[in-house]
């Protein structure tokens, strides 16, 4: 087991830029450029399965609240179009079909509290694709206006793709300097006390406004 003075040490010194506060890491520090962590295939899979696109944090992923056009309903509001953040990527499967595709989602975001210390909220999902055809396809979640007004931009992002538990690819694009390549799952990140776990907020696009735009770029979300 490795003790919290290593782990603040180790932290610290790979470029994190986190500040100690009664012994504890209390922030990360953002970088002026974006580092990507660059996609990864796994083994002989390479062929099996391609990310040809993967999104960069930043205010590019914010995207108004769609408007549809009703004869039924309210009169619309004068209320300020919502924002919400939209993660797409674009992957080539090379098999004639894939029973299923899983998609696991990790984005972290930043803030300041009330009391000016940085806090960065972690939201994680799974996705899971049936009958994917060969060719290229279109995978997207999304977070929603309040989580986004409440808990800052996102400063990283990153997926894992497998077939029955088995790795196809995986990909991390991060802001902050010194963060590990394999953030989503690295303890060391996961247990530090500024980096804040938040459930239920990331989703599927299936379960948005915008699950009807573009409908046959995406696959059947089980």
């Given at each position: 087991m490795i003790k919290k003075t290593t782990r603040v040490g180790w932290l610290c010194n790979r470029g994190l830029g986190l500040m100690l506060a009664a012994g504890l890491c209390s922030g990360l520090a953002l970088a002026q450029t974006v580092r990507p962590a660059g996609a990864v295939a796994v083994g002989r899979e390479r062929e099996t399965l391609r990310i040809r696109r993967f999104p960069k944090p930043g205010r590019a992923?914010?995207?108004?609240?769609?408007?549809?056009?009703?004869?039924?309903?309210?009169?619309?509001?004068?209320?300020?179009?919502?924002?919400?953040?939209?993660?797409?990527?674009i992957y080539e499967t090379s098999p004639e079909w894939m029973d299923t595709l899983d998609f696991a989602y990790s984005v972290m975001t930043e803030r300041r509290t009330t009391d000016g210390k940085?806090?960065?909220?972690?939201?994680?999902?799974?996705?899971?694709?049936?009958?994917?055809?060969?060719?290229?396809?279109?995978?997207?979640?999304?977070?929603?206006?309040?989580?986004?007004?409440?808990?800052?931009?996102?400063?990283?992002?990153a997926v894992e793709i497998t077939q029955d538990g088995k790795p196809l690819a995986s990909q991390g694009e991060t802001a902050i300097t010194g963060l590990p390549e394999d953030w989503w799952k690295n303890a060391r990140v996961?247990?530090?006390?500024?980096?804040?776990?938040?459930?239920?907020?990331?989703?599927?696009?299936?379960?948005?406004?915008?699950?009807?735009i573009n409908l046959d770029d995406y696959e059947v979300v089980k």
């Open positions: 992923l914010i995207v108004r609240s769609p408007e549809y056009n009703t004869s039924v309903g309210r009169s619309s509001s004068n209320r300020k179009p919502r924002e919400w953040l939209l993660f797409e990527m940085k806090e960065f909220g972690l939201f994680q999902v799974t996705v899971r694709y049936l009958d994917v055809a060969r060719g290229e396809h279109t995978s997207c979640v999304v977070l929603p206006p309040n989580a986004v007004a409440r808990y800052g931009e996102p400063v990283a992002i996961l247990d530090n006390p500024s980096v804040i776990r938040r459930e239920g907020y990331l989703t599927d696009r299936s379960k948005t406004p915008f699950a009807l």
